[in-house]
């Protein structure tokens, strides 16, 4: 079976999500704009999106390199490749961000989902299906404190989010790989998408798109580097920002509070405590972030 434009070209898209995504990241961790926005509810869900989409793209991917090569041996050598792009990430996130660095990120969960997912490759569709449900559902009722070690948490089944600028542990990430390998599997659904093939301006947007899809390891790999390279010397030449603590945080902490069903009185004197303990937080801003997130529960105590 030969390459599906369409797969190409999902994947294409995703990656442009991507750089959009890290080009906003460096636009916070460089303060041109909020620093805490990037790890906003709303921007982080824009995240978990394109992970998602990757990691299903990726279970298509594994049903339609088996079809075309049911021995393993090719099976085993994109893994190494994977692997060996997710241990480059970590030792590049090490160097520049020691206290958060990726040790379990996309390109590790798909890594290891995709070992997960190897023996699926040979049974019904609906298997897969049921196993990413599992999985997807596994955090919500498995979760336990046994799993906060640091050298568990990879697993997912953690209490606590773990300090990382990327974390995508096996539970529940793995189970959009297995839905991607349950929606390949499905009876008809590739033959059907395998006669799409785009007319006009659609057919050149596809074209490009797959380009990207099809280089889509290398781009992961080279594009926040550049990025980050290009930031880095922009505030070299710069001033500094004098105050790192976004302005209009107490009015979005409160008007968040009061949202979650706060008292007036209580989410102005909660967010004041936040605001007063966190204008010198040290550190990076995704360990800033979730040292906000502690300052808040403690000072939600009565």
Same mark, same amino acid.
């Given at each position: ?122 049974? =019904? !569709?609906?298997?897969? +299906?049921? @196993?990413? #449900? %599992?999985?997807?559902? /596994? &955090?919500?009722? $498995?979760? *336990? ?26 539970? =529940? !990430?793995?189970?959009? +790989?297995? @839905?991607? #390998? %349950?929606?390949?599997? /499905? &009876?008809?659904? $590739?033959? *059907? ?110």
């Amino acid at each position: 079976m030969s390459r599906l434009l369409w797969l190409d070209a999902a994947r294409g898209f995703a990656v442009v999500a991507m750089v959009a995504y890290h080009f906003v990241w460096d636009l916070g961790n460089f303060d041109y704009i909020d620093r805490y926005f990037p790890y906003s509810a709303q921007f982080k869900s824009f995240g978990h999106a394109i992970a998602l989409s990757f990691l299903f793209i990726a279970g298509v991917s594994l049903v339609l390199a088996h079809e075309r090569n049911p021995s393993f041996g090719p099976f085993w050598r994109r893994l190494a490749r994977i692997a060996a792009a997710a241990a480059l990430v970590s030792l590049g996130t090490y160097l520049v961000f020691p206290q958060s660095f990726v040790f379990f990120g996309i390109l590790h969960c798909i890594a290891a989902a995709s070992l997960l997912a190897a023996p699926f490759l040979f049974l =019904p !569709w609906p298997a897969s +299906l049921f @196993a990413a #449900v %599992a999985v997807f559902l /596994a &955090p919500r009722f $498995l979760a *336990a404190p046994v799993f906060d070690a640091p050298w568990l948490s990879w697993i997912g089944l953690s209490t606590v989010e773990p300090l990382t600028n990327d974390w995508r542990p096996l539970f =529940p !990430w793995s189970g959009a +790989l297995l @839905a991607g #390998v %349950a929606f390949a599997k /499905a &009876p008809g659904v $590739l033959a *059907a998408l395998g006669r799409f093939e785009p007319t006009g301006a659609g057919s050149a947007f596809a074209n490009a798109s797959g380009w990207l899809g099809r280089h889509s390891l290398a781009i992961y790999l080279l594009h926040q580097p550049l990025l980050f390279g290009v930031f880095l010397g922009i505030a070299k030449l710069s001033t500094p920002s004098e105050n790192p603590f976004p302005k209009d945080f107490l009015a979005a902490c409160e008007m968040r509070c009061e949202a979650d069903g706060g008292a007036i009185e209580f989410c102005e004197a909660a967010c004041g405590c936040v605001e007063a303990r966190a204008r010198d937080l040290p550190g990076e801003p995704a360990e800033r972030a979730l040292r906000l997130r502690a300052l808040a529960e403690d000072c939600a105590k009565p």
